[in-house]
């Protein structure tokens, strides 16, 4: 592989490698992980030049940011750029309660990843989801007031719809909003999209292989059990439509001497300088596999090919559950 492309986030974020590694699955959601083999792929991440890890104070509640902190010891913590999502409220059982996202929660949020994550400051902070029952300026106000006393360096924002974007960026300057991009999911490009490259703000995008829809594994049946089987995409006829979808996608990747997935993020990556893809890999295998779409050369009809292989109305299902749907203020008009 080449070496690591950079790209930067917004006009005032930091320059980060072309591609980040989504550590979530490390720790939740999709099933039992080996933690060291999880920490050899943020090793290996690191080698082959990704500076961008995402992470979040939940996912496993506290366990994920206690990995990353085990995978950075020892190593240069200036190389690396740590995303840091807050605000989920779970229970013992890991359901989800809710969204705190009051000033005084912020700080005690930041707090504690600082202490799990072993750092004195977070580069990128941001609540996971938009609290209803909180102005997102004084959500921003907090984090502005950490950026102050330098326990963070930017002000990120996830899942925000294009106008909560704009409050939250009249507080504060965003450096990015993070929301899921993939060729399934492109809701994004109507009014997101445009307004972020209005305000000079970049995108990181998680999902870009739909969960693992887009992937060979979902094709084999290796990817529809666990927590994805109660995303809608993954449920009965709309499952057999999406890998229907799928399987054209990878006919067409076949052709070219290259995995579905790589097409998939190579997709993504060709958006725009100003998008940055998240990858969820878990394994080393599956990150040297992704890293190799960075190097893939495909044509304006090639991408053209796969929009047309997967069509926006064709796609069957929303990204996730109605009572999550309802949560997303990226959703909203």
Wanted: charged share 20%.
């Amino acid at each position: 592989m080449s070496m690591m492309k950079v790209r930067r986030l917004g006009t005032v974020g930091p320059e980060v490698s072309a591609m980040g590694l989504g550590c979530m699955g490390m720790s939740d959601f999709y099933g039992p992980a080996s933690e060291d083999e999880s920490v050899a792929t943020i090793h290996s991440a690191m080698e082959a030049g990704i500076t961008l890890l995402d992470t979040g104070d939940f996912y496993g509640a506290g366990h994920n940011e206690l990995l990353v902190h085990k995978a950075l010891r020892g190593r240069n913590r200036d190389r690396i750029l740590l995303s840091v999502k807050f605000g989920a409220l779970r229970s013992p059982d890991g359901s989800f309660l809710g969204y705190d996202g009051r000033p005084a929660a912020v700080k005690n949020f930041a707090a504690y990843s600082l202490k799990r994550l072993g750092t004195d400051h977070i580069d990128i902070y941001r609540p996971a989801r938009v609290d209803p029952n909180v102005p997102i300026e004084e959500t921003v106000g907090a984090i502005a007031d950490l950026i102050q006393a330098g326990y963070v360096r930017w002000l990120g924002l996830s899942e925000a719809s294009w106008s909560t974007v704009r409050r939250a960026h009249a507080v504060h300057p965003v450096a990015d909003l993070q929301i899921e991009y993939s060729l399934m999911s492109r809701s994004v490009e109507t009014k997101i999209l445009p307004t972020l490259r209005e305000l000079g703000i970049g995108l990181t995008a998680y999902g870009v292989l739909s969960r693992g829809l887009i992937s060979a594994g979902a094709l084999k049946g290796q990817s529809q059990s666990g927590f994805r089987s109660h995303f809608p995409r993954f449920q009965g006829q709309n499952l057999k439509n999406n890998l229907a979808l799928v399987e054209a996608l990878a006919a067409f990747a076949a052709s070219k001497a290259v995995s579905v997935a790589q097409l998939a993020i190579a997709w993504v990556l060709s958006r725009g300088r100003d998008i940055i893809p998240l990858v969820g890999a878990r394994r080393r295998d599956s990150l040297q596999e992704a890293l190799g779409s960075l190097d893939l050369v495909l044509t304006a009809e090639d991408f053209s090919k796969m929009e047309a292989l997967i069509p926006v109305p064709a796609v069957a299902g929303e990204r996730y559950m109605p009572e999550q749907m309802a949560m997303l203020d990226s959703e909203r008009p």
